[in-house]
């Protein structure tokens, strides 16, 4: 029987899904490495571990390295993968898979996933459609390549993830402002990238030694960008019930070129990308790892499945499987309005009695719960229904109904 090391820095819920996902597989072992301490993970999960090894620094591949070590001369564990969800993790995850002998995404990949940088001119250089950009180091060469572009841009750290750091800059007096405060350099470069008029997609896939196998469209309302500039804006998800109608055909010829291009051989990505006005796509971002903001739950309603699970499986060597798509889902994300703490959750009665049908999974902000720092806000709202135009509708009634107050 196999074994995989998971590796879990912090006690996320997000990462104890896939966790869990791991401890329940029949013909699988399990063990964990995690920089908090085992006490603070359920006892039940603990229970089906087979080993445990805290370390100080879990994003530090050599703390990985001396985690694993100690878990095969301490514990006799036999490792025969390392894994992990989080993007910070995926090349710390490399550099350890190489230096230990484990199979695994290669170290130059991770970097081409990680570097947002890096990765455009990959993908450039194979004639994928992406946003122009550049890394500027200081802050003439930032203020250039915005007078190139001759409108707004997008200024992101080059490895950074889920939209943090990242904001519109509309003119060359708002881009030397944002700079002064924290000014590039060679050691710390800022991405600059061209601000793409358009509709905002994902594209989740799946990859098997090379090839992609399978695929799933989704649609964000609006960007995660807007909604991290309008701190009142509420975001949204939907899969659609079809995902194969001509309108995708761009992404769906241009992701298997751009994974091929990044080095992806066998794994889950999960690429944002555009639709411009004039139809043409550009793709935004791709990670290597699955998607966050409860997007492997909303997989799992739409195809009726375990997609937890499938990839643990997938990640293991243990091949993928996934029904066909069986439904529309979509996930309302509540965001406080103001700051400090939930202080009310307004709405829920109503929200219930005109929607509760179709809502499969709920969370609720608690009252003294804190603002949360992201734009997926404090609570969600996912919906299932076999027509998207139901769900669509759904969504917007809920962000219509349900107001979160803080104070």
Not at 262 to 281: C, N, P, Q, V
Not at 314 to 336: E, I, N
Request: aromatic residues 8%; glycine residues 8%; hydrophobic residues 45%.
């Amino acid at each position: 029987m196999d074994h995989v090391v998971f590796v879990v820095p912090f006690v996320f819920e997000t990462s104890l899904r896939f966790l869990r996902a791991a401890i329940r597989q029949p013909d699988l072992h399990v063990s964990l490495i995690s920089q908090d301490p085992l006490a603070r993970f359920e006892p039940d999960l603990v229970r089906g571990l087979d080993a445990h090894w805290q370390v100080a620094d879990a994003l530090s591949a050599r703390d990985l390295i001396e985690g694993v070590r100690a878990l095969q001369t301490k514990h006799g564990v036999q490792v025969d993968y390392l894994i992990g969800v989080l993007e910070q993790l995926q090349t710390p995850l490399a550099e350890a898979r190489e230096a230990l002998g484990i199979p695994g995404l290669s170290v130059e990949a991770s970097h081409n996933f990680r570097d947002k940088s890096v990765m455009k001119d990959a993908l450039r250089r194979n004639d994928i459609p992406c946003a122009r950009h550049a890394l500027a180091t200081t802050v003439d060469e930032a203020v250039a390549f915005m007078e190139q572009l001759g409108g707004p841009v997008v200024a992101k750290p080059p490895a950074g993830a889920g939209a943090v750091n990242t904001f519109r800059v509309d003119d060359i007096g708002q881009l030397r402002e944002a700079l002064a405060i924290s000014p590039p350099h060679p050691q710390r470069p800022v991405m600059l990238e061209e601000f793409i008029v358009g509709r905002e997609f994902s594209f989740d896939s799946v990859s098997i030694n090379g090839e992609m196998v399978w695929s799933s469209i989704s649609h964000y309302y609006p960007s995660p960008l807007e909604v991290v500039r309008e701190p009142w804006i509420q975001w949204c998800v939907m899969l659609p019930a079809d995902v194969d109608g001509p309108e995708y055909d761009g992404i769906r010829e241009a992701a298997p070129r751009a994974l091929k291009a990044l080095g992806l051989d066998t794994g889950l990505a999960h690429m944002e990308w555009f639709r411009r006005d004039d139809g043409s796509i550009a793709i935004s971002e791709v990670g290597a790892r699955p998607p966050g903001a409860q997007f492997t739950s909303l997989l799992s309603y739409a195809h009726d499945t375990d997609m937890y699970a499938a990839w643990i499986r997938l990640m293991t060597g243990k091949g993928f499987s996934c029904p066909p798509r069986k439904a529309s889902v979509g996930a309302a994300y509540l965001r406080g309005q103001g700051r400090g703490s939930v202080v009310a959750v307004h709405g829920l009665k109503e929200a219930q009695a005109e929607l509760g049908e179709i809502v499969v999974d709920v969370k609720i902000p608690k009252v003294g719960q804190a603002r949360a720092s992201g734009y997926e806000g404090e609570g969600y709202v996912i919906v299932r229904h076999e027509r998207s135009d139901v769900v669509a509708n759904a969504l917007e009634r809920i962000i219509q109904l349900i107001r979160v107050e803080l104070g």
